[in-house]
């Protein structure tokens, strides 16, 4: 089945540093992407949608200067936190999907710790 | 905007029993539904899914109900076990939202041997 490899696991940077982290469709090729953040104890909620070669498309109250998201291949989408801080702290996850299919294919999700 | 909640942020059973998780979604242009298991640290694990043009779908020890008058959806699974122990969500996708795909708040399902 599609398979989706999101990396790193786990992260832990220091605040004011940037991270990056990508997520990868090994079988398929995913036309749009879309990267969710999860606190402890709460759901998933949408961040942005990138289709490829396009610019991402991010939803309301997310800062799109924070968090650059890149979808240059149909293969390879990656979500970079500028200038992280302890309250960017989270568990980010990607999902990824190809056209004409209605199959969401998630990754196992990064958790970034800033401190 | 679309809104997705669930009726019982957790639910505790005994192994054996049957489970039922709901969901309740706001837009009556959604027309695809997924339900989604999450254990702790993992991504979203694929469940059962459900479109619009249909009210009831089955797999392996689990169902999908869904009522489109009441904007309603239901998970069930049968013979519950511990390795069913998860956090439980629905998500949601309609025509023109651009495919997005958004979650409910989560139920978490609690089995006791």
């Known amino acids: 089945g599609a398979v989706v490899s999101q990396h790193p696991s786990r992260v832990i940077c220091k605040s004011g540093t940037s991270v990056k982290i990508e997520c990868r469709s090994l079988?398929?090729?995913?036309?749009?992407m879309f990267w969710y953040r999860q606190f402890p104890k709460q759901s998933l909620m949408l961040m942005a949608t990138?289709?490829?070669?396009?610019?991402?498309?991010?939803e309301q109250g997310v800062e799109k200067d924070k968090f650059l998201i890149n979808h240059a291949s149909l293969t390879l989408s990656t979500l970079t936190v500028t200038s992280a801080h302890p309250e960017d702290s989270s568990f980010y996850i990607c999902?990824?999907?190809?056209?004409?299919?209605?199959?969401?294919?998630f990754g196992s999700g990064t958790r970034l710790t800033v401190v | 905007g679309e809104s997705v909640g669930l009726h019982l942020p957790t639910l505790s059973v005994q192994e054996g029993d049957n489970s039922i998780i709901n969901c309740a979604y706001s837009?009556?242009?959604?027309?695809?539904f997924i339900w989604y298991k999450q254990e702790s640290g993992k991504g979203p694990q694929f469940i059962i899914d459900?479109?619009?043009?249909?009210d009831k779908r089955q797999g392996q020890r689990v169902t999908v109900l869904l009522n489109k008058t009441v904007k309603h959806l239901s998970l069930q699974i049968a013979a519950t076990q511990p390795g069913d122990s998860a956090v439980y969500f629905c998500?949601?996708?309609?025509?023109?939202?651009?495919?997005?795909?958004?979650f409910g708040a989560g139920t978490r399902l609690a089995v006791h041997p």
């Open positions: 999902s990824a999907r190809s056209q004409g299919d209605y199959g969401y294919t």
């Open positions: 079988d398929f090729q995913a036309t749009t």
């Open positions: 990138s289709n490829e070669g396009s610019k991402a498309t991010y």
């Open positions: 837009n009556s242009a959604s027309d695809y």
């Open positions: 459900i479109r619009s043009n249909m």
């Open positions: 998500a949601v996708t309609w025509a023109g939202g651009y495919n997005k795909l958004i």
